[in-house]
């Protein structure tokens, strides 16, 4: 069991070393994907989908980094990884008129505020138990404008060429 933990930790320090890294390229071909999946070319949705899963997994994973022997900071870095995780995969479902799309949506919405409110009330007390980092502050103000505003706002829906729709 210690092993394992380990391991996850080594592999959150690494993904969190390189975030900007796989998470630029990874948003580029994310917004490249869009533009075939509107003119009706169906594998670019399975793109869209494979793409959002891979940053969904660097998220979470991510959310394991080691911390200076505190449980809170642990705890709070963990449930960070998850909220951009399920945001991500709720903005793709989303895009892709999949099921589920409010579920992950409302979720990841609810630990976001939750996040934000104990990271400003711990701030205003000068208690520094759960330090968030800016570049995490950031992404999830990000994510929480765009969870709002997927919530709120249907994508609309793709051309459909039935003559070519396999490629």
Same mark, same amino acid.
């Given at each position: 069991?210690?092993? +394992?933990?380990?391991? =996850?930790? !080594?592999?959150?320090?690494?993904?969190?070393?390189?975030?900007?890294?796989?998470? !630029?390229? =990874?948003?580029? *071909?994310?917004?490249? +994907?869009?533009?075939?999946?509107?003119?009706?070319?169906?594998?670019?949705?399975? %793109?869209? %989908?494979?793409?959002?899963?891979?940053?969904?997994?660097?998220?979470?994973? /991510?959310?394991? /980094?080691?911390? #200076?022997?505190?449980?809170?900071?642990?705890?709070?870095?963990?449930?960070?990884?998850?909220?951009?995780?399920?945001?991500?995969?709720?903005? !793709? +479902?989303?895009?892709?008129?999949?099921?589920?799309?409010?579920?992950?949506?409302?979720? +990841?919405?609810?630990?976001?505020?939750?996040? &934000?409110?104990?990271?400003?009330?711990?701030?205003?007390?000068?208690?520094?138990?759960?330090? %968030? #980092?800016?570049?995490? *502050?950031? /992404?999830?103000?990000?994510? &929480?404008?765009?969870?709002?505003?997927?919530?709120?706002?249907?994508?609309? *829906?793709?051309? *459909?060429?039935?003559?070519?729709?396999?490629?």
């Amino acid at each position: 069991m210690k092993n +394992s933990n380990h391991q =996850l930790e !080594a592999i959150g320090l690494r993904l969190h070393k390189r975030i900007f890294v796989y998470e !630029a390229i =990874l948003l580029i *071909l994310f917004i490249g +994907s869009l533009f075939p999946y509107y003119i009706g070319k169906l594998w670019a949705g399975t %793109l869209i %989908l494979a793409i959002t899963l891979i940053l969904a997994i660097i998220y979470f994973f /991510r959310g394991f /980094r080691p911390c #200076e022997n505190n449980k809170d900071l642990m705890l709070y870095q963990k449930f960070t990884g998850l909220a951009e995780a399920m945001a991500i995969l709720g903005i !793709a +479902s989303r895009i892709l008129y999949m099921q589920s799309d409010l579920l992950f949506l409302g979720i +990841s919405g609810f630990i976001i505020v939750s996040l &934000l409110i104990i990271h400003f009330i711990d701030v205003k007390k000068q208690n520094q138990k759960i330090r %968030l #980092e800016r570049q995490d *502050l950031i /992404r999830l103000s990000i994510l &929480l404008v765009l969870t709002v505003i997927f919530m709120v706002w249907w994508p609309p *829906l793709p051309r *459909l060429f039935y003559g070519e729709m396999i490629l």
